[in-house]
């Protein structure tokens, strides 16, 4: 199947610090590509949605300005989490839609981020 | 988007079948139903996809009634290493301009032992 690379596996940073992630679909063009967030023993939550070359769209409940989304290219988009504060701790994950493959979603393996 | 219901946990044996149902009772025409098995600490990977009847590929099956309101997960001889959550997700996947990222229900944590 697809392959989406997410870096990096795992940040820890002290409050108030800004983290940078990295999501590439490594051999599809991804037009559209998703970010979630997932606590210890819950669900995905979607947090917004990225498509290439336009703003990105975010859920009710997530704050545009501290969760920054840039979708540069078909095979890159980056999560910046800016400000960050212990509560902000969570598994971030991507995925993209592969186009060629019937619209299938694949994952990226996730980030965990730690703020102290 | 479909509201989807799955047991909240499900216990087995290596070597046994296993079979996760998911109902989905306000599915649409154009939605499609795809399972998704995640392990802790890693994103969710795709397991099999199907819009009716049945879809069997390397590691499962996928039984899908004529009505579409529920649709079935069977894995064959599961191991140890199948221990992990089940995601059914349902959500238009046909349409070009689709940009649905799909909602996870709470899945089911399907634990197997020796």
């Known amino acids: 199947g697809a392959v989406v690379s997410q870096h990096p596996s795992r940040v820890i940073c002290k409050s108030g610090t800004s983290v940078k992630i990295e999501c590439r679909s490594l051999?599809?063009?991804?037009?559209?590509m998703f970010w979630y967030r997932q606590f210890p023993k819950q669900s995905l939550m979607l947090m917004a949605t990225s498509n290439e070359g336009s703003k990105a769209t975010y859920e009710q409940g997530v704050e545009k300005d501290k969760f920054l989304i840039n979708h540069a290219s078909l095979t890159l988009s980056t999560l910046t989490v800016t400000s960050a504060h212990p509560e902000d701790s969570s598994f971030y994950i991507c995925?993209?839609?592969?186009?060629?493959?019937?619209?299938?979603?694949?994952f990226g393996s996730g980030t965990q981020l730690s703020v102290l | 988007l479909a509201k989807t219901t799955q047991p909240i946990s499900m216990d087995s044996y290596e070597g046994q079948e296993v079979n996760i149902t998911c109902s989905h009772n306000?599915?649409?025409?154009?939605?499609?139903i795809t399972w998704y098995q995640q392990f802790p600490s890693q994103g969710p990977r795709f397991i099999i996809q199907g819009y009716k009847t049945k879809v069997t590929n390397e590691v499962a099956s996928l039984f899908i009634p004529a009505d579409r309101k529920s649709s079935t997960l069977s894995l064959p001889r599961v191991s140890l290493s199948d221990t992990a959550v089940y995601y059914c997700?349902?959500?238009?996947?046909?349409?070009?301009?689709?940009?649905?990222?799909?909602?996870f229900g709470k899945g089911t944590h399907l634990i197997i032992q020796p």
């Open positions: 995925s993209a839609r592969s186009r060629a493959a019937n619209e299938k979603l694949f």
């Open positions: 051999d599809f063009q991804a037009t559209t």
């Open positions: 997700l349902v959500g238009d996947m046909g349409s070009g301009g689709g940009a649905d990222g799909l909602t």
């Open positions: 306000n599915i649409a025409t154009n939605d499609y």
